[in-house]
């Protein structure tokens, strides 16, 4: 079972807002392109994902990370297979 595949998105940030995900999404890059185009800035995710991006310990809470940064990690990392938007 492959632990280092994409975290469920559990709330984004709208409106100056968290609210819940409005439905089971998970945060890849074409999905937080997605989400930047929206005008979605913040996403709070599992902690499994958190652990991943920054190299700290994930913790027992969903935490909140930027698409910005997320979309920087991931491409940095050479994670995203597809062209960038």
């Known amino acids: ?21 409005p439905s089971r999404r998970y945060l890849d ?9 929206e005008g979605i800035t913040m996403v709070r995710v599992a902690p499994s994902l958190w652990s991943r991006i920054t190299g700290r310990a994930a913790g027992v809470a969903g ?3 930027s698409v910005a940064r997320y979309l920087a990690t991931t491409t940095h990392r050479g994670g995203d297979a597809t062209s960038r938007a």
């Open 29 to 37: 890059p074409p999905t937080a392109r997605q989400l930047r185009a």
């Open 63 to 65: 935490r909140d990370i």
């Open 1 to 21: 079972m492959n632990r280092a595949g994409d975290a469920r998105i559990v709330e984004i940030y709208v409106n100056a807002h968290w609210q819940p995900a």
